[in-house]
């Protein structure tokens, strides 16, 4: 399969990209790279149409998730992978949509969930146009000034960009807790705001 896109040059990567965002396991970085570092003019052309690809992927993936359920997203996932996938949609909603498309995650499973859990098209949409947008501009980007050396070292930018997104998760959880907090102090030091609980 891989040799199969690779041989259709930017149609393949095209398709590589729908294919991933709604059923294939390969992420297109893998062609982006390469391709951007031999024609470097086209790098970030190359990157757009990724994210076209991608973005008609997920709309695909969402349509499977929305029509074929749950039975579906197990023929692509184990179990426990869902049920991680379920409880960051329980928790972040579309957001967990944009996470997926710019961290090294199965998007795939978060386009069919989308769908099974009936997120909004256009919220669904957007988040991971942009996300995976963000994530293609900045592999092209790689791929034109590295070349070769970061398609042989894509699992360690892989990991920094997870390290990346964790990093911004934990600043956004510790924003939250004291937000949290202050309003606990506030609500301490005003007695009366007790009644109205």
């Known amino acids: 399969m891989t040799a199969f896109f690779e041989h259709h040059g930017v149609l393949g990567l095209f398709l590589l990209s729908f294919c991933e965002a709604s ?6 970085d893998f062609m982006l790279a390469p391709m951007a570092w031999k024609t470097p ?20 993936g969402y349509a499977l998730g929305r029509f074929g359920g749950r039975p579906l997203r197990l023929r692509f996932a184990t179990s426990e992978k869902i049920a991680s996938v379920e409880a960051v949609f329980r928790r972040y909603g579309v957001w967990g949509v944009a996470l997926a498309g710019f961290a090294p995650l199965p998007y795939k499973l978060f386009t069919i969930a989308s769908g099974v859990c009936r997120l909004e098209v256009v919220p669904f949409f957007v988040a991971g146009v942009v996300s995976r947008g963000l994530r293609f501009v900045l592999v092209a980007a790689l791929g034109r000034a590295y070349g070769g050396h970061v398609r042989d070292n894509l699992n360690a930018i892989g990991g920094t960009l997870v390290g990346l997104c964790a990093v911004g998760i934990g600043v956004w959880f510790f924003v939250r807790w004291r937000r949290t907090r202050a309003q606990q102090t506030g609500r301490e030091a005003d007695p009366a705001a007790e009644c109205d609980d």
Do not use: I
């Open 23 to 28: 059923f294939f396991p390969l992420a297109p």
């Open 41 to 60: 003019e086209r790098a970030l052309a190359l990157a757009l149409l990724a994210t076209l690809g991608s973005g008609a992927g997920s709309l695909f």
